[in-house]
């Protein structure tokens, strides 16, 4: 079947401008997950959402990061006015609630290069 | 608060050599743990998993791991290498249905 896919798979952005980034989850995961991957600070995690709970936003660096996911599927990651340190790999992982042990599976990741 | 620490940042091997590939984690309760490998300009595939049970676990591509409590260790091994294992290989470590907390990642290269 599918696994998790993301687009684009590469963006290049001017500072100051807002990008949105897009995760398709595997189908029927409850769980979703945006992570980011940067030289610096490694794979580090943003987000969190799971069924209609409340995402648990814990890991957004600023205000200037928000995600939404529309119908428990679709998620979308907005980072507005950017900067050169938000440049990174961001990825996205969805799991089951039926998975044991939470296994999270990875998408490719969208390579955000913010000139 | 969790963490992993992978303290080899770095490792070379020969093509055929055995592996051993080290992960300690701080976690309060019953960790989960995993090994993710991932490749130049790909994303993480998952080579194995412990959650419970037998405390030696098998993983895809060769690779083993072992859970030791006591040590709050998890280990990754291979016991040949290929040429095609170099790659970047991250542990990980979460609770349930939560965020994963990674290592820093070690980064495996194979001489032929």
């Known amino acids: 079947g599918a696994g998790v896919s993301q687009s684009p798979s590469n963006k290049v952005t001017e500072k100051g401008k807002d990008v949105e980034l897009r995760c398709d989850p595997i189908s029927g995961h409850t769980a979703l997950y945006w992570y980011r991957q940067s030289l610096g600070q490694g794979l580090e995690f943003l987000i969190y959402f799971q069924g209609n709970s409340a995402p648990d936003k814990s890991g957004l660096p600023s205000d200037r990061f928000s995600a939404e996911r529309t119908g428990g599927s679709v998620s979308t990651l907005t980072i507005q006015r950017t900067q050169q340190e938000d440049s990174a790999v961001y990825l996205c992982?969805?799991?089951?609630?039926?998975?044991?042990?939470?296994?999270?599976?990875f998408g490719p990741g969208t390579r955000l290069t913010v000139l | 608060a969790q963490s992993v620490t992978q303290p080899d940042i770095h490792i070379t091997v020969s093509e055929g050599a055995s592996l051993e590939l080290r992960c300690n984690y701080s976690y309060g309760a019953t960790p989960y743990l995993f090994w993710y490998v991932q490749s130049p300009g790909q994303g993480l595939q998952l080579l194995l998993k412990y959650f419970s049970g037998d405390t030696l676990v098998q993983g895809i591509k060769g690779f083993e791991a072992e859970f030791k409590r006591s040590q709050s260790s998890f280990n990754l091994r291979k016991p040949s290498v290929h040429w095609s294992d170099a790659a970047e290989y991250f542990c990980?470590?979460?609770?349930?249905?939560?965020?994963?907390?990674f290592g820093t990642g070690t980064r495996l290269q194979v001489t032929l």
């Open positions: 990980a470590v979460t609770g349930t249905a939560s965020k994963l907390t």
């Open positions: 992982a969805s799991s089951s609630d039926r998975a044991t042990g939470n296994e999270q599976f």
